[in-house]
């Protein structure tokens, strides 16, 4: 019998669901991506939340971005925010460890036990689920649990029979690059005169210089004492909350807000989301808030394990961007001053990535946000003098290459959000941010594409910025501006300049018109080569703004999909002693691990072959993206590499920038049911099978459909589209 997996025979014991009601939380496995280079974050959030509660490891290294990988079980505290998928570590702040007896505060080494704070975890007892995660500390015998409202990280700590038992706040180890500049603890005390809390503010530099948290901490016991140490840097830097005696299993909880604006913003958004100590009653919110979420879609299947990946992978597009104002509306500005907002802001913007497909599907199925997004972005633009680019708590990082900040606005407004700007305001943020004489664009005003022997991934940079033009002049368009529409449409076609008809690629072009030398479509350097985490293969595609260009460069439709079955079927190596860690999950020379190619399938749609790319597709889902901790091809990139996966699983993909057009592919699932604007958009594919993978037909809304893409606009009216499958 189908299993149909909107309902359940009961609910589980947490209760967060009725007998009657769906708990998509139970099918995230939230160790999908956490061994290889997946990066995911580990912990306790909720949706978009400012706070990712979760244990942080002694390693400081690339496959530790997120403070937790598969192959480590070392656990120096647990830390109230963490990035997910991303090939940069930072933050990692205000980390909080239950400690039993005296112990060196310090980060520590594994090969020495009395290092530090360390302990091992126990990982075969640990819990990870959205909203909750547990695991038991070795060296201590604590068991820790955690949850999370959208600003506060709750901890219960389950303390063994000892007579010198505390929890040490570390403020000094941050994540991978990053490294305190300043902090102050101070204590807090309740009307009697006893020690409660903890407050105070963690100031650091790294990938988001000049960063800033602060943070309120209540405890459900008063402190007999509190000691300070001092960090690198001099300073206090760490806390000793000594507790003292504690009985065999006695609960010490902790509620920990914090705050990018003040130490009475933490305060406010303390007492506004967790004013009472029922950790059951807020992991139970916690698990109702993802199920809400992740209930936007709802899908039919027999396979379980595709569902597992389904639904982690939802669950990893909704971990950011995530909440940067406190419960009153008051954020810290690009700027760096303090701020109030009408709208909610959000920081943790990995734009290079997530304009691909986590940001077209926030437009779907998370419109209410959308709004927020955009005046975000336009806050940032006025704040800082242009559009953001990749933004971490209130810092532009300019990680990456491009203008994606651009894309994802112009997207947006196309699809009739951002109604709170007038469309002169928005023009103007996106012309200003596409004509910034820096990070090469002086190179391209000045030459018209930006030379190789002027700037390093030089290629890159300059495609990237087209994307973005093309972008840009599609909302040009929209918003009643022809002229501009037409000036950056046609500065959308600098890529041309790249291609070298002798050779059939994208190559490096010197100041003087010639081409770099040598040429290897095989080689990758990292950071040093024409082409960023990528080769000449991968970047010959990369031009979905003008897909009709690139067809006549290459000199016909039959020659363009000639060369496209050639990415595919070319050697699956990479050559080059330094060659870029990033271009991974190979097929050919295809390489889904990395966003600059996650539109490249759908050109197969476009050019009038889908059964080609119904082949490809199916090879993607079933050998990128499966039920393990080794189940991502490649970093989590902040959700863009789920985002693909969700997106694509409906049977449709939005290639071209602020287009409104979503091409289609392959559906994942006989039936997938998406909350919308309008109501529900059901997607149907009869007939669904690994054999039957081929459209034969399409109905939307009972009538015959022939076109090889659906519009925004049909999609968030709700309504049915159905697909014939056949072999």
Not at 229 to 239: C, L, S, T
Not at 518 to 546: I, K, R
Not at 587 to 598: D, F, L, M, V
Request: hydrophobic share 40%; net charge negative; proline share 5%.
């Amino acid at each position: 019998m189908k299993r149909y997996f909107l309902l359940l025979a009961a609910a589980l014991a947490l209760g967060a669901c009725s007998a009657s009601e769906p708990d998509f939380v139970s099918y995230v496995n939230p160790r999908i991506g956490t061994g290889g280079h997946g990066h995911v974050f580990v912990g306790a959030n909720v949706p978009f939340g400012m706070v990712q509660l979760g244990p942080t490891s002694i390693p400081q290294e690339w496959d530790w971005c997120s403070g937790y990988h598969a192959s480590d079980s070392t656990v120096i505290g647990f830390s109230h925010t963490h990035l997910s998928g991303t090939g940069i570590g930072d933050l990692f702040d205000v980390t909080l460890m239950p400690v039993v007896g005296e112990v060196r505060c310090a980060r520590g080494r594994e090969a020495d036990p009395a290092s530090g704070l360390w302990s091992y975890a126990d990982r075969s007892a640990e819990i990870a689920e959205p909203g909750y995660y547990s695991v038991p500390l070795l060296r201590y015998g604590v068991r820790a649990e955690l949850t999370a409202t959208s600003r506060v990280g709750f901890h219960r700590y389950t303390f063994p029979a000892a007579e010198d038992a505390a929890i040490v706040l570390d403020l000094e180890n941050g994540g991978c690059w990053d490294s305190l500049t300043e902090a102050s603890i101070a204590e807090v005390r309740d009307a009697k005169g006893r020690i409660t809390g903890l407050e105070g503010y963690r100031f650091s530099s790294g990938w988001a210089q000049r960063q800033k948290v602060f943070f309120r901490a209540e405890f459900s016991r008063p402190a007999e004492r509190v000691t300070r140490e001092p960090g690198r840097r001099g300073g206090d830097a760490y806390a000793r909350y000594q507790l003292g005696k504690t009985a065999e299993g006695e609960e010490i909880l902790v509620k920990v807000a914090i705050s990018p604006v003040s130490v009475e913003g933490a305060q406010r958004n303390l007492a506004a989301e967790l004013p009472g100590w029922d950790f059951g009653k807020v992991r139970a919110a916690a698990r109702k808030a993802w199920n809400r979420e992740l209930g936007k879609i709802a899908v039919t299947t027999d396979d379980a394990d595709a569902r597992t990946c389904y639904y982690t992978a939802l669950y990893h597009t909704m971990i950011a961007p995530s909440d940067f104002s406190d419960v009153d509306g008051q954020y810290r500005g690009a700027d760096g001053e303090v701020r109030r907002a009408a709208f909610p802001q959000y920081t943790t913007f990995s734009l290079w990535d997530t304009y691909r497909a986590q940001m077209p599907l926030m437009t779907l199925i998370h419109p209410e946000r959308m709004d927020a997004v955009v005046n975000t972005m336009y806050n940032i633009y006025r704040e800082q003098g242009d559009l953001p680019v990749w933004h971490l708590w209130g810092w532009e990082t300019n990680t990456m290459c491009g203008n994606p900040g651009l894309v994802s606005f112009a997207d947006a407004l196309v699809k009739g959000f951002g109604k709170q700007l007038t469309p002169a305001e928005a023009m103007q943020a996106m012309v200003e941010s596409a004509t910034q004489p820096d990070r090469g664009m002086d190179l391209r005003m000045r030459y018209g594409f930006i030379p190789s022997d002027l700037m390093r991934e030089s290629v890159a940079h300059d495609m990237e910025y087209a994307i973005a033009d093309g972008a840009l002049a599609a909302a040009a368009e929209f918003l009643g501006y022809p002229e501009e529409a037409a000036r950056f449409r046609e500065r959308s076609h600098s890529y041309r300049q790249y291609f070298d008809p002798q050779t059939g690629f994208m190559r490096g072009r010197k100041a003087d018109g010639t081409f770099t030398e040598p040429f290897n479509p095989l080689f990758s350097a990292h950071e040093t080569s024409d082409y960023m985490e990528g080769t000449a293969w991968q970047y010959l595609w990369l031009v979905p703004q003008d897909v009709e260009g690139l067809v006549a460069l290459l000199g016909s439709r039959e020659k363009t999909l000639e060369k496209l079955d050639g990415l595919f079927t070319a050697p699956e190596i990479i050559e080059g002693e330094n060659a870029s860690p990033d271009i991974s999950g190979l097929i050919g020379q295809y390489a889904h691990g990395n966003e600059p190619g996650h539109h490249t399938i759908y050109l197969y749609t476009m050019l009038g072959e889908p059964d080609k790319a119904a082949d490809r597709l199916r090879q993607v889902y079933d050998e990128m993206y499966f039920n393990d901790i080794e189940g991502l091809a490649g970093n989590e990139d902040v959700g863009e590499m789920s985002a693909w996966y969700v997106l694509s699983g409906l049977g449709f993909y939005e290639v071209e920038p602020a287009s409104t057009r979503f091409w289609f592919g392959l559906p994942l699932f006989e039936e997938a049911r998406v909350k919308v604007a309008g109501g529900t958009f059901t997607v149907r594919a009869e007939g669904l099978s690994p054999e039957c993978r081929y459209i034969r037909s399409i109905r939307l809304n009972g009538a015959p459909y022939d076109k090889p893409y659906i519009d925004y606009a049909d999609i968030v009216a709700g309504g049915e589209l159905v697909f014939t499958m056949g072999s």
